[in-house]
């Protein structure tokens, strides 16, 4: 993502979007279910503020009462790790993770009011602290990105639901207590 789209997705309405969007391909409708306290102009104008930025696409269109309906997708892999290192690249990341969490985090939470089950079987709320070198710490997250790539790649089927896992991993602590 280039630094100037950091400034597009680090939107609390626009990271709202993205999120719905990189779940599945949605239209301006179906975002405004999904968001219901965002005005349907204000969905209009980040949508086409997000498309000029090439965050999101359009991914397909259809005629409803000759009408074209457009439905978009969230773009994935957007950083480059070389944007982190320019001028501001780092604050700019840090705001990113801190509000793409905190957006994953409304959306449980949302989750677990409309269930009315706070024990609920569907969802997993962890903080696993252990000690390990780089090298286990690598190749456990290289394990867990390899089952949930072959999980992503499982197509829909009768009995299987979508599932969201938002995986953050550092090291306890701040780089100046190593």
Do not use: W
Not at 15 to 40: C, T, W, Y
Request: aromatic share 8%; net charge negative; glycine share 4%.
């Amino acid at each position: 993502m280039p630094l100037k789209n950091f400034a597009v997705i680090n939107h609390p309405v626009r990271m709202r979007i993205f999120q719905a969007l990189h779940a599945g391909e949605l239209s301006i409708n179906q975002l405004s279910k999904r968001l219901p306290d965002v005005p349907k102009p204000s969905l209009y104008r980040h949508i086409h503020q997000m498309l000029e930025a090439g965050v999101i696409v359009v991914t397909r269109t259809r005629l409803v009462n000759g009408i074209e309906e457009r439905f978009f997708s969230a773009v994935n892999e957007l950083i480059d790790p070389a944007d982190i290192s320019q001028p501001e690249g780092l604050e700019q990341f840090a705001d990113h993770v801190q509000l793409y969490g905190n957006s994953v985090a409304q959306e449980l939470m949302r989750y677990i009011l409309s269930s009315g089950d706070p024990c609920d079987k569907n969802i997993a709320v962890r903080d696993h602290v252990f000690y390990a070198s780089e090298q286990e710490f690598v190749q456990a997250r290289e394990t867990i990105y390899q089952l949930l790539k072959e999980l992503e790649a499982a197509p829909p089927a009768p009995g299987r639901r979508k599932y969201r896992m938002f995986i953050m991993a550092h090291p306890a602590g701040s780089a100046e207590e190593e």
